[in-house]
């Protein structure tokens, strides 16, 4: 089974655990599958399973519950985001958010769900290896709540003035960090050596996340467009111009690659990052750019 079909299959498990058999609010059980498909790029529990198989991956029941509960927490992070007193998003992934399709109460009850779903889900691997689940299980918390996790990112927003280094690695960078050192966990490895990669490539996604808002269009995201300026939230593009964050991009997933730590799938994984790094580099419609200027 490739990669992909893999991580597929790990979560499309999880999400039947949660939806349950028997008596269950058939709404939010459906709620659950809906906040989870279609999979899009799946980066980080593609990161998290890239690293255990760099490791060894000896312990594939593991590996796959660690990737799976990862997405679980992003997809509940993305439920929430969307709701109106955060982001008020009507779209997600091109289709209508869980609040629009299933009402605000469910999509609360949608985030919330998937949040214990992913810790139930790294639970149930106890008896195959319960030093490591205990270790993936605190890791993830971190990475999740306060003080440094998505949690503290999206509490950020809400202060009169914004430690911007720290939004950026709560907010957007704490999973990438948790997928690096989840991967590791998940094989018997030590988890601080693969700190800086996750944080990278998290800084990463961050800034082409920034240019993606600020050069795209909704149709093109699949998701609102200009959600930076309409939030007054800090960016990359309006701290450095297109030309610079695209730049800064780059210096960044360049510095990632060098920082992979020594691993029997050193190479490959190099090359992993090397694909995400043409991935995530935006080519900017020339109109986008003429809007954005060197702004």
């Known amino acids: 089974m490739g990669m992909k079909a893999r991580i597929e299959a790990a979560i499309a498990q999880s999400v039947a655990v949660g939806q349950g058999r028997g008596a269950v609010p058939p709404r939010l ?13 799946r980066i980080r529990p593609t990161i998290c399973m890239s690293v255990a198989m760099a490791c060894g991956d000896d312990r594939p029941a593991v590996s796959d519950a660690a990737a799976s509960a990862l997405e679980l927490i992003h997809c509940a992070s993305l439920v929430h985001d969307d709701l109106p007193c955060f982001d008020d998003a009507d779209i997600r992934r091109g289709k209508p958010s869980v609040h629009k399709a299933y009402s605000e109460p469910l999509a609360v009850l ?92 998290g800084e990463a996604f961050q800034v082409a996340d920034d240019l993606r808002d600020a050069l795209y269009d909704a149709e093109t995201l699949g998701k ?61 419609p020339a109109a986008a750019t003429a809007r954005s200027g060197n702004v």
Request: proline share 5%; hydrophobic share 45%; glycine share 12%.
């Open 110 to 201: 949608t985030g919330d769900s998937l949040i214990v779903l992913a810790f139930e889900i790294l639970a149930r691997q106890s008896g195959v290896a319960p030093d490591r689940v205990a270790q993936l299980i605190m890791t993830l918390a971190q990475r999740t709540g306060m003080p440094g996790g998505i949690c503290a990112g999206q509490g950020w927003e809400s202060e009169a003035e914004i430690d911007l280094s720290a939004y950026h690695q709560a907010k957007t960078g704490a999973l990438f960090i948790a997928a690096t050192q989840m991967g590791a966990i998940s094989a018997g490895q030590e988890a601080e050596p693969w700190f800086e990669l996750g944080a990278r490539i």
């Open 224 to 284: 609102p467009a200009g959600q930076d300026d309409l939030h007054g939230r800090p960016n990359a593009v309006t701290l450095l111009g297109v030309q610079g964050a695209i730049s800064r991009l780059r210096d960044i997933l360049g510095g990632a690659i060098a920082s992979i730590p020594s691993c029997p799938g050193e190479a490959q994984l190099a090359e992993m990052v090397r694909m995400y790094a043409e991935r995530l580099t935006p080519v900017a």
């Open 29 to 41: 059980a459906s709620a659950l599958g809906y906040a989870t498909e279609p999979g899009g790029a």
